[in-house]
């Protein structure tokens, strides 16, 4: 059974940074893709930002790149998303997602929702001054 649990979440101010983890039980981790998604209160969960974990490809939308960077660590079961330059708008809970064993998902589609299986609880970011 797999289970991922963010950590990492908080409440910063306006410029600064955070990283993200998902630890991962249960998952290989030389194949897939992986995410990060965001939700906000009424809203829906939006990708921000993918990764394939045999290439490493990465992917961002376009709010989030040049600020945000999504990495994993092999050994340590790990996805994180590191987060510098944190706007109010950022703010959000974030979850780590990953798509069932021996699916492939395009680019194109990294960032549906719909295309991933397992999913975190979700971790809390607020930015604020």
């Known amino acids: 059974q797999v289970h991922l649990v963010e950590t990492g979440g908080g409440s910063v101010q306006p410029g600064e940074s955070l990283r993200l983890s998902c630890a991962a039980s249960?998952?290989?981790?030389?194949?897939?893709?992986m995410a990060w998604f965001r939700q906000t209160p009424g809203q829906e969960r939006e990708g921000v930002a993918a990764?394939?974990?045999?290439?490493?490809?990465?992917y961002y939308d376009y709010s989030v790149k040049g600020r945000f960077t999504i990495s994993h660590d092999v050994a340590k079961r790990t996805l994180f998303l590191q987060m510098n330059a944190l706007k109010p708008e950022d703010t959000a809970m974030y979850y780590c997602?990953?798509?069932?064993?021996?699916?492939?998902?395009?680019?194109?589609?990294?960032?549906?929702?719909?295309?991933?299986?397992?999913w975190g609880r979700g971790t809390q970011v607020t930015v604020s001054s």
């Open positions: 997602a990953a798509v069932r064993k021996g699916q492939y998902v395009s680019s194109a589609s990294l960032f549906d929702a719909d295309q991933y299986t397992h």
């Open positions: 249960g998952y290989s981790f030389t194949s897939g893709s």
């Open positions: 990764i394939y974990l045999a290439g490493g490809d990465d």
